[in-house]
């Protein structure tokens, strides 16, 4: 990052537009990070908490982005810790509790093919922190889509517990994924003028994926839809977000300002 | 790992001396997970939850090598989640808890040098299984150290406050450093038929490291002595052990045998 990073005539928006995925990465990783010595064995303990670090690591390398470019002097850990509920924007999908380990396979999966499709479509634009950002954090995705295919597979084709787990999961994921079909203003304003890329086609080709995926196990599941009304990217959140924020922000301010 | 490994005439010693040195870094690992959005920043958050994962990562090595050698079909799970906890031989220094970030960054010095002492002497060992783990895992142990140390001197040069939190966390860790100073029988065995180092002259290479470390910090604290009393490596655990192994095996013994 530039010490003193170019204003482009899209801001604040694409600032704003940042700072979603920011969240959706930063609460993607609080949720994943209550599976520690929880999982079925040390191996998807520890994978699940490399994915989780690597979220987080998405999230604080775009919140400092954020930082920078609104120039109000805010740091990675004041967005992280300093903000409310409301003033998170990230979509509902990723701050949905983890469920069992059959709903968080799910999880993943969905979420894996969208980043992997969104940073994908990031890594070839011709905005340079989109595009700087999005090859690697493409890169990681694949990783993690990797490891979540290949427990789905292991699901379905399990026993006749692990393969209706499987598909409870995606039940209980699937109504809370059509958020990211959502384009509104923001998104229409900054594609229009080429700073990003064109959401209809990420959605589209997302979809196109998760269907086919979801063929695959032997899944059937209604068509997505983009919800008419507010959620998470207009900080309408779950109700089970309040107690990851809590937990999250809790150290923070009870010490505000701490420097150690 | 060989499938069939070859059995020393040291056996079972030898594997016995391996699961001390797993049951440390698991304990150790799943301790440190316990900072999971606790630190004070999001970089410390994320810094602790790397050396947990190194240390799980370590355990994972040493637990599958011993289960293999041991020859009883039991995997690094049946390790982990199957003992009771008179069955874990880990020094208590590992499973003592975490306390303030001042007592973990004193708990990290200390363990971050007598880690990188001994994995240095198993990096120069004969045995092989030793020499292999040990490179790997002192070079890995360098890092931890290098954090740990940064913090001890910015909080023993920061406010007054910083200062005393972290001399207090250096006294509450100390009584429980002197396990690591004794020399039973099993480790005096394999040393005489040259299959371990020495650990005399590893503790004394520690405790001459960890009291410079400390004058550099401006802090003096008594001689460690080995204690005559059974400890950790006995089975003889603190009263939070229960609770640790609790939260790491809940899962696991729930669902005996669940594969998933």
Request: glycine share 8%; proline share 4%.
């Amino acid at each position: 990052m530039n010490a003193a990073p170019t204003t482009l005539p899209t801001e604040p928006a694409l600032t704003s537009y940042l700072l979603r995925h920011a969240d959706d990465s930063l609460v993607h990783g609080q949720r994943l990070c209550e599976w520690v010595a929880r999982a079925p064995r040390i191996e998807d303990d520890v994978a699940l908490l490399n994915i989780a670090l690597d979220h987080i690591g998405h999230a604080r390398t775009l919140l400092t982005t954020v930082g920078e470019r609104e120039g109000r002097g805010r740091s990675e850990d004041d967005l992280a810790f300093g903000r409310s509920e409301m003033e998170f924007s990230n979509a509902r999908v990723f701050e949905l509790p983890n469920g069992d380990f059959g709903q968080t396979v799910a999880k993943l999966v969905c979420i894996a093919l969208w980043e992997t499709e969104l940073f994908g479509a990031w890594a070839a634009s011709d905005e340079a922190v989109l595009a700087e950002f999005g090859s690697g954090a493409e890169r990681e995705c694949r990783y993690h889509l990797k490891y979540a295919t290949t427990w789905a597979a292991r699901l379905a084709g399990g026993t006749q517990e692990s393969a209706e787990r499987l598909e409870k999961g995606f039940a209980a994921v699937w109504p809370h994924l059509g958020e990211l079909l959502v384009i509104d203003s923001l998104v229409t304003d900054l594609a229009d003028v080429g700073v990003i890329p064109d959401h209809a086609r990420v959605g589209a080709a997302w979809t196109a994926r998760l269907y086919a995926e979801l063929a695959g196990l032997g899944l059937a599941l209604p068509e997505l839809v983009a919800p008419a009304g507010p959620q998470g990217r207009q900080g309408n959140h779950l109700e089970s977000f309040t107690s990851l924020l809590a937990e999250m922000q809790y150290l923070h301010r009870a010490h505000p300002g701490a420097t150690w």
